[in-house]
Nanobody, 121 residues
Framework: QVHLVESGGGLVPPGGSLTLSCEDS???????MGWLRQAPGKEREFVAS????????FYADSVNGRFSISKDIAKNTVYLEMYNLKPEDTAVYFC???????????????WGQGTQVTVSS
């Protein structure tokens, strides 16, 4: 059963902005929620994560300063605000969650099905 449902993907021109949402329907505490992406022909990579216990945020170098992750605890939803998007940001973006905190890699316990983000003019 998929508990993480992403939304907000789409087509955006270079330099544009987009916000992704991920609603978690699982009735379990998540110490970490995050976003990963996979571009065509490339391996999946970490993008950003949110540590629930203290609001700590972690970013990949490639998106640091352009992307912002946040979480609405009441809605059990995590967001990824993306600014100044580049063609190389084109990928399927996956939401992920885990009971462990401070995850910045690829090893997550739960995954969403992904949402496509395409940056192109």
């Amino acid at each position: 059963q998929v508990h993480l449902v992403e939304s907000g993907g789409g087509l955006v021109p270079p330099g544009g902005s987009l916000t992704l949402s991920c609603e978690d329907s699982a009735r379990t505490w998540r110490n970490a929620m995050g976003w990963l992406r996979q571009a065509p022909g490339k391996e999946r990579e970490f993008v950003a994560s949110f540590r629930s216990i203290d609001g700590g945020r972690f970013y990949a170098d490639s998106v640091n300063g352009r992307f912002s992750i946040s979480k609405d605890i009441a809605k059990n939803t995590v967001y990824l605000e993306m600014y100044n998007l580049k063609p190389e940001d084109t990928a399927v973006y996956f939401c992920a969650a885990d009971s462990r905190a401070g995850i910045t890699g690829l090893d997550w316990g739960s995954w969403g099905q992904g949402t496509q983000v395409t940056v192109s003019s």
